[in-house]
């Protein structure tokens, strides 16, 4: 996850504008998922064999380049076309799984594969590029109605460079329906006091409705939307609740907490800090998933992000509920783009 320039990390600029929760009490304004959730379809050894091969600094040219190399190696295992898109600074790998209906358009899943210097970024983000290699490979021979694109950015760390030379070419939005950003999906804390939040952001409603029953512990997953991107949150949250219904009493799943950003970011500058943000600025809903980054780890950014700090138990139950959003999604004919008024 990268940072704003003249923005300190985890303090926002403003206090004006309230960030209202996207979670609702009332489930039953919460649409019915269409797929049946699932919990056994992600192989955690999958992810920690691509975590294994991530974890290193990838911040020079030549370890982004043998990161490029294993990315596209494992795209062709599972018989995806990767192909490399170059801009001025880097190159984004991009690959697509056809859906079977045209009109349904497509998703985009992505995660940003470069490090900053001198860290070896087990969290940040080998974490989410090892989740889109597994969603990747369990859909790779798997029809659904829209088409599923694969995009790894490079050097989201210097300013979200590669999304935004992405989001810059018209032809990769043509029918795109959403964009799902994982950036830090690894790493929970369990002490009081490990979680804290941005300046100005009342978290408290947040949370309650969330049911988040230790604020001040790092346990839960977050996804950052807008709120005049409503549907696509809700989205989210209808299949969490599907996943409690099912599995509570079998397998820990983090929590869930859903919040809404008005006014893409204008007033509250951390919630832009990562590959999101540019689809937001073309009009594309888009959502961040993270495990808040620097606001909870204190390996963000340094040596110590490493595979041994990660957790778990966190780490698989947070893929498992980003598949389950991924299989809604693609199955959904739904339009997932508001209509300019």
Known sequence: MGSIQGVTEGQMVSESIPIEPAQSNNLESLPKPLIAPQIN???????????K???????????????????????????????LESFEQGVNILA???????????????????????????????????????????FAEKPTPRTLQIVFFDQEELGLLGSFAFTGKPEN???????????????????????????????????EAAGIEFPDRGEFLTVVG??????????????????????????????LVAIA???????????????HAPFWYQGIPAVLITDTANLRSPHYHQP???????????????????YNVITELLNSQTPLTVPNS
């Open 173 to 207: 939005l043509t029918d795109l329906q959403a964009a799902i950003i994982l950036d830090m999906v690894g790493y929970a804390c369990h002490t009081p006091g490990c979680q804290t939040y941005p300046q100005g952001l009342n978290v408290t409603p947040i949370l």
């Open 304 to 322: 110590t992000d490493t595979i041994s700090n990660l957790d778990p138990e966190f780490f698989q139950g947070s893929a498992q509920i980003i």
């Open 41 to 51: 379809a992600i192989d955690p050894d999958q992810l920690w064999n691509h975590i």
């Open 53 to 83: 091969f991530l974890e290193g600094e990838r911040y020079q040219e030549s370890d982004r380049e043998r990161v490029r190399n294993y990315l596209t190696q494992q795209l062709e295992l599972v018989q995806l076309s990767p192909r």
């Open 261 to 275: 950003i008005p006014l893409k970011g204008l007033f509250t500058p951390d919630v832009l800090r990562s590959d």
């Open 96 to 138: 697509e799984r056809p859906g079977t209906n045209p009109k349904a358009g497509s998703i985009v899943l992505a995660a940003h594969y470069d490090s900053v210097l001198n860290s070896p970024g087990a969290d940040d983000n080998a974490s989410g590029v090892a989740v889109v290699l597994e969603i990747a490979r369990l």
């Open 226 to 255: 807008e709120v005049q991107n409503l549907p696509l949150l809700k989205i989210f949250q209808a299949v969490d609740q599907a996943l409690i219904n099912l599995v509570a009493p079998l397998v820990k799943l983090p929590p």
